[in-house]
């Protein structure tokens, strides 16, 4: 049975550091993996996905790294704004079978100014 | 184009009542996923349907829920009877389609039920 854990559970820093997420998995057996953004009391924002053939994938200020042999992922964002204040989510798809999510508990961000 | 709609946003039950949360897909797609997240806790898979079929309802409480997606209309996630533990947000993806290919997940805004 996969399982997806998230670390640290919470991440307080202020507005400029550069961060690191992080994200584990215990079947290397995916299809891919994403990132999502949820906002208190709002759904879900997909931020970035990797196939399990790709390496990274990058948007704007935020890189995502994937080590599909080792079970793991990294989210990584740049010189951080108080809008990325969020919790993020890391998510796999099953290589076979259905096309289910796992999902980690997440990463709350807090962001000062 | 209208993302994957959610209905109703909240929903306040007491104990014993039904709850039906509802979900239309985005345009074009014909999969459907419900997810739950209950306090302090993940998103948890409960059932993923096409048109008229249950594809794998693995994740669902075998009694006092159900799910259908009809060939016209929404998704239905029933929860009859509900109890305190139900109180959590349901969300709903929808794909274009399933399996073995490429089909990316569009998450709903969710619904979050409280039962009283």
């Known amino acids: 049975k996969q399982e997806v854990t998230q670390i640290p559970a919470a991440l307080s820093v202020p507005e400029g550091e550069n961060l690191v997420l992080n994200c584990s998995f215990t079947d290397s057996a995916i299809y891919n993996l994403q990132w999502f953004r949820q906002d208190p009391g709002k759904g879900l924002t997909s931020l970035l996905l990797i196939q399990s053939s790709q390496r990274e994938q990058t948007s704007g200020r935020l890189n995502a790294s994937l080590d599909k042999s080792s079970g793991r992922s990294t989210l990584y964002i740049a010189a951080s704004q108080p809008g990325d204040s969020a919790t993020y989510l890391c998510a796999v798809r099953p290589q076979s079978g259905y096309s289910t999510l796992t999902f980690g508990k997440g990463t709350m961000l807090l962001v000062s100014p | 184009n209208a993302g994957v709609m959610q209905n109703p946003r909240h929903l306040v039950r007491r104990r014993g009542q039904e709850a039906r949360l509802r979900c239309s897909p985005m345009?074009?797609?014909?999969?459907v996923y419900w997810y739950r997240q209950l306090p302090e806790e993940g998103l948890k898979f409960m059932v993923y349907l096409q048109k008229e079929n249950i594809i794998d309802e693995s994740g669902m409480p075998k009694e006092r829920f159900s799910a259908e997606f009809p060939k016209e209309g929404p998704s239905i996630l029933r929860i009859q009877q509900v109890v305190r533990g139900d109180s959590a947000a349901y969300f709903c993806?929808?794909?274009?389609?399933?399996?073995?290919?490429?089909?990316?997940?569009?998450f709903g805004p969710g619904t979050r039920l409280t039962v009283l």
């Open positions: 993806a929808s794909s274009r389609g399933g399996g073995a290919s490429y089909n990316e997940q569009f």
């Open positions: 345009k074009g797609h014909s999969h």
